[in-house]
Every structure is written in C-alpha cells, then in structure tokens.
C-alpha cells in the first residue's frame, strides 16, 4: 500500500453525504475510488460530487469489494447490513469503517471483531462525538485524574420532537429498535469513553411506546404513520459496572421535556464533576468553597489570526486515515463499539422481561 489510500463508499445516503465523503475528499491522502448503492443515481451523483476521475460506480458492493485496488471502505448503510457488509469487505482484504451501532445484533457484533482479528485489517465504528472540542479536552482532563475516580455519570440523548421520518429508522427488523440504538448509542459510547469503563455487570432497562403511536404529531421531519412506528419512541436505563460505577442512559426522539441535547454527558467523580448541557462545566470544591467554572475552548493556533478548525468529522476521517498509514489503533476500537452494543441489547431485553439483564 502506498501513502495514497484507495476508498470505497458503500451506502451514499445522507448520512455518507453529509459526513463521510465531505470529510475523506479533504485529505491529500485519499482518493474516493469507488461508489455502490442499490439505486444507480444516488452512487452516480457521490461519483459526481466526491469521487477521482476514474471513480467507478456499482448497484452491488460484492463488485465494489473485488477491486482489489481499493484498500478502504467505509459502511454507511442500514444497521441490518452492517455485519453482512463489513465482515465481507474485512474478508476482502480491505480496513472498515462502519457507521454506528456497529451492528443490529451483539452476535453481529462479535462476528465483526473476530473478522478483523482474522484478516488482521483495522476495524472502527463512526463514534463521530468524541472528535467535538469538548469531548477532547474533557477526555484530557479525565485521563489526567482531574475529576477523580468517576463513580456516577449520565448519558443524554433527549429530543423533544425528532423523529426522523425518512428511510428505514422506523422499521424494528432493519434497525434493531429506535432512539437507543439510533442516538442513545452516541451518548453511551462518550460516557463510556470518558469513564474508560468497559465493564459493565448488570443493566435494568425500560423502553415506552407512547408518543409514536399519535397521528398527525407535531415533528420537524414531517409526522409518521403510527402504524410505521414499530421501535421505541424513548428508552432509560441504569448501567452497573463491575467497580461499582453506574450509568443512566436516556434516550428519546419524542418526549415531553423542554431541555433536550444528543450526546450530553453528566461525570460525577471524587475530586470534580462535569457536565456538556451548557457547553462545557466543571464543578468542584477548593479552598472550601464550591466552585462551578465554565469552560471556554478557544481555536487552536494563534487568536487574532483567524484559523480554521477541523470539524469533528473532518477530525475523525483523518486520525482514522493516519491510523491506517501509521499501522496505529484506530481511536475506536472495535471492542469498545462490541460493549456499547452488549449494553444496549441488554437494555431491550431488560425492557422486554421487567428484570435486570446481568453480563
């Protein structure tokens, strides 16, 4: 493999469009090479938009992965698909990058990391979240032990009215279930990340089917068909680790609140607290006194010159692409997608039974 790097795009829906082929096509790097979708038009128009010259475009990503010229592809379909296409394109021979949940099932999940352990090629999921200036330099600030021991923490992914009424996301066989596995994914994953807990033992989990089932309902995506509406409207969850550490996840695309934010994380440790509801708040006690500071992150580079910062996507198709040339871990681990989706399952099932699912 030489410095440039040969990309594939299976799926170019929205969420290809919008982050994925946007963020690659910056990067001196790479080269958008090659394009399939079940409809021609749409893999046609990324060829267009985003792709070399000689991009080639396919209805079928079984031919897309018998260029052997292509090193990466990159997974943006359906959730059902996810397993099926990325252990096939490991196989292959080529590095994944599989959008999120990593699959619908934990079977499928467990199938994907053993196939990279197998081909020996990088696996990640687009947790694209921990690339915000806030989850970073909260990363940072946890890692050097400024929050303590972090016992308790929070993981929010509320929206008020967003049910998104396009595609498949309504259809409980091709996504797995609705805002927990579509956004409450996100917040666990940064809670996760931040805690660096990756051993959870026991989860209690409810999930509600309420507002979906109202017609005509007030939606910025359109109103659904209740009849179509067969995944969970909101979800809550209690995560108890193997330290004692617990997490509550919440998760909505409709519910009545007021305060709503996607990936919103809450840390309470032993020597401070922090929460992104506001951007970015510290709290803690010195000199004996209570403090509460919040936190302004300035661009990198020097103030008065104005500097362009790397979006969170643009920032993580390049540590992701760096990974690969430098033989480095990607910064999502495949092991860690794997718990993110134990976890949620365990919440379903959790919510299915009435009682707490242990790992």
Partial sequence: M?????????GCGGIATA????????LPQVRLAAFANRTEDKARQAARTFGAADAKVY??????????????????????SHAEIGIAALEAGKHVMCEKPMARTTADAKRMVE??????????ISYNNRYRPDSQYLYQMCRSGDLGHIYMAQAHALRRRGVPTWGAFLDKETQGGGPLIDIGTHALDLTLWL?????????LGSAFHQLGKQANAANPYGSWDPAQFTVEDSALAMITMENGATVTLEASWALNIVREGTAKVTLCGTQAGADMWDGLTINGEKYGRLYTTQIHLQPKGIPFYQTHE????????????????????????PEQALVVQEILEAIYASAETGQAVSL
């Fill in 2 to 10: 030489g410095e440039e790097l040969r990309i594939g795009i299976i």
């Fill in 19 to 26: 982050k994925h082929m946007p963020s690659l096509a910056k």
């Fill in 59 to 80: 209805t079928d990503y079984r031919r897309l992965l018998e260029d052997r010229t292509v090193d990466v592809v990159h997974v943006c379909t359906a959730n059902d």
């Fill in 115 to 124: 196939a990279a352990k197998r081909s020996g090629k990088k696996l990640t």
């Fill in 195 to 203: 805690m660096d807990n990756y051993k959870p033992r026991t989860v």
């Fill in 310 to 333: 790397e979006s969170p996507a643009e920032l993580e198709a390049r540590l992701w692409i760096e990974a690969i040339l430098s033989g480095g871990e990607p910064v999502v681990k």
